[in-house]
């Protein structure tokens, strides 16, 4: 067996596994954020707010039909990563092209689904109509290339289970530098508008997939794909489905409620929805570095608790807890100064201040997410992915959908709808530590 990478989770001080793990992936998801808020960005300011409100109708949407199978891959991810720490090279060249093969069905799936219903559900959302022919244009070229990007995040997914986050790094850096420049040629040289926009982050896909797939089939390491030998193994098959099932349909079903939460926030018309978009980019550049430490955290724990070292478990999730701090400052400095990053995506005043109105709402409540995401990534490490599920459900979909049915009516106010988020993140952070307090820490104590 090959000797592990320097960024093993399971050899050598803890925090600084962590963060040579950490690093690469904060850098990586920094341009994946960059090339989709570029997107944002250049329509602002060349095209209007109309096309800004498509693109932002459109992002549920995407979330929606993508989310499930990335969700599986995630599962897939943690199985790698338990079977890469434990040094099981044949169970892991199972799982790898089990996932793979189920990737590229999926994909073509979720190409021919998106297509075809992408203007349905649009309508289904309360979209404005004059938002609506340049938001199915988007979405029917984006779900074009979704295979590229159901590609990617399997085979970036499978480099870091076995501690490689620099080359999905390298592979975003160059997409995210196609994505701007075609993003500046199609729209302000060809004035192609939302189609440029859509064509160039199809490309940019294409670019990083065909990336990470070089990498994984040129590897000398035991997780090396060989495209001839891509088939389905049954029984890993089910176990990826065990783990995976459970992910992909808790990422999908919060995406459906995001897709609910984006029908409410239609009904405040184009100008809110814009605010609300621009505003998500400045949220994603915030909480890149927590987010990122809490992928981060599910690998660490897969990849120890395969290798059996559980005191290193237990020492690492004090140290990912940390993140809180992070989250504590950024929410601050949201709540007072989202104003000012917000007026790099348009002019418009009364975008700006629908923005920022929903800065001062979920900045606060930051810490709450960041621990129920810490949290929800040491159970699923912990092979346990069924519970978070049904936790993440009740508190992010149920709840939310709930919060909207009963409040909105009596207090109408775009206020009422940005609230729902963190009330909902509060409560899936107790219920998440409840159960980390009495399902996974017993467990850690118990086993040596």
Avoid at 349 to 363: D, I, K, S, W
């Amino acid at each position: 067996m090959k000797e592990r990478p320097s960024a093993s989770l399971t050899e050598g001080p803890i925090t600084r596994s962590i963060l040579l793990f950490t690093g690469p992936l904060i850098i990586g998801n920094l341009f994946q954020q960059l090339y989709n808020t570029t997107d944002s960005f250049i329509v602002g300011n060349f095209v209007g707010s109309g096309a800004l409100a498509a693109i932002g109708a459109s992002a549920q949407i995407i979330n929606l039909f993508i989310g499930f199978i990335i969700g599986l891959t995630t599962g897939a991810g943690i199985i790698i990563a338990q079977y890469y720490g434990a040094g099981d090279g044949t169970r892991l060249h199972s799982a790898v092209h089990t996932s793979f093969c189920f990737c590229i069905l999926g994909g073509i799936l979720v190409s021919i689904a998106g297509c075809l219903l992408s203007p349905l559900i649009l309508t289904a959302m309360n979209t404005p109509s004059s938002v609506i022919p340049d938001a199915a244009l988007y979405l029917r070229v984006y779900f074009l290339g979704a295979l590229f990007n159901i590609l990617y995040n399997m085979g970036a997914g499978t480099l870091q289970a076995a501690g490689d986050t620099k080359h999905p790094l390298y592979c975003l850096c160059l997409s995210s530098v196609i994505n701007v420049v075609l993003d500046i040629v199609f729209v302000t040289v060809f004035h192609m508008a939302v189609l440029g926009v859509a064509l160039a982050t199809l490309i940019a896909q294409l670019v990083s997939a065909a990336c990470v797939l070089w990498k994984l089939t040129h590897t000398d390491d035991i997780y090396r794909l060989i495209p001839s030998k891509i088939h389905s193994d049954k029984a890993m098959l089910i176990k990826i489905l065990k783990f995976g099932i459970p992910t992909g349909l808790q990422t999908a079903v919060t995406s459906l409620s995001n897709v609910i939460v984006q029908s409410y926030l239609n009904g405040f018309g184009s100008l809110a929805m814009a605010g609300s978009n621009i505003y998500g980019k400045v949220d994603s550049f915030a909480l890149l570095p927590a987010n990122c430490l809490s992928l981060t955290t599910t690998t660490y724990i897969a990849q120890n608790m395969g290798a059996r070292k559980f005191d290193r478990v237990k020492q690492g999730f004090k140290q990912f807890l940390l993140g809180n701090l992070y989250a504590a400052a950024i929410g601050i400095l949201l709540f007072f100064f989202s104003a000012g990053p917000l007026r790099l995506f348009t002019a418009d005043p009364e975008v700006v201040h629908y923005g920022a109105m929903m800065g001062q709402v979920l900045g606060p409540g930051y810490i709450l997410l960041i621990t129920c995401q810490i949290l929800i990534g040491t159970a699923r490490g912990a092979g346990d992915t069924f519970s978070t599920m049904l936790l993440s459900i009740l508190n992010l979909c149920g709840l939310r959908i709930l919060w909207l049915t009963i409040m909105i009516p009596f207090f109408p106010s775009i206020y009422t709808l940005y609230l729902g988020y963190p009330v909902t993140w509060g409560t899936a952070a107790v219920c998440m530590g409840i159960y980390y307090c009495k399902k996974i820490k017993p467990r850690l104590q118990r086993v040596r």
